[in-house]
């Protein structure tokens, strides 16, 4: 979302996208926070976060917070700030920090303010195109997904074309190839819906297994 939006939507137009849209969940919102900018600019996103993370509380669906911010200090404060308000759900957009090499960084800390406050809290990934698998913590994108509509097969977290010598005869015993191999799996793109489907959940399945950690599946 552009920055010039985000200064526009305050408190109460929030609330009324909320209420128009009427979902199931929400988060906290978004804020921009740039490593380049002078440190007063991210320090008053980060204080604009934690108020309307206080603001959201009075929502009657569920709020997932946010760990956000330019500097370790930004996030861990405002993390801090949200498990006191008792939040136990978070997710960290990561696109960003992962292209400038913080992303661990950021984890690391954030997972320290979780283990000490709130032990049994959620930490979601986001904004990545491909798995991103840490202890405690989950990963969603729609990359399974975007893979497939490319023809391209995903086998223990990487991405291959559907004939590649490495992995086109080998057989896959997944709830959705059932023993087919990937060049099996090209011959249902006569069907392209079977095919795309298909495909796409093998895709989620070989994701989700090599995310939790099970070779075996």
């Not at 991103?132 to 023809?151: G, P």
């Not at 977290?157 to 004939?163: D, L, N, V």
Request: charged share 25%; proline share 5%; net charge positive.
């Amino acid at each position: 979302m552009p920055d010039e939006l985000i200064n526009k939507l305050d408190r109460g137009r929030y609330f009324q996208l909320i209420k128009d849209l009427r979902p199931d969940a929400t988060m906290v919102p978004d804020n921009y926070t740039y490593i380049d900018a002078p440190l007063y600019q991210s320090w008053s996103q980060t204080i604009r976060l934690v108020t309307l993370a206080n603001d959201f509380l009075e929502l009657n669906i569920p709020v997932i917070g946010l760990v956000k911010g330019a500097i370790s200090q930004q996030y861990v404060w405002s993390l801090q700030k949200q498990v006191e308000m008792g939040y136990v759900s978070f997710a960290m957009p990561s696109r960003e920090l992962f292209k400038q090499g913080l992303l661990d960084g950021a984890f690391l800390s954030a997972r320290h303010v979780l283990e000490k406050n709130c032990p049994d809290a959620e930490l979601l990934f986001y904004g990545l195109a491909h798995p991103f698998r840490r202890a405690k913590a989950s990963y969603s994108n729609l990359s399974w997904f975007i893979e497939a509509k490319h023809t391209r097969y995903i086998k223990d977290g990487k991405s291959y074309h559907m004939i590649d010598p490495e992995i086109r005869s080998n057989r896959c015993d997944c709830e959705s190839c059932k023993g087919r191999t990937p060049v099996e799996l090209l011959s249902l793109q006569t069907r392209y819906d079977k095919y795309i489907r298909t495909l796409a959940l093998h895709n989620m399945l070989d994701l989700k297994r090599y995310l939790s950690g099970d070779k075996d599946g």
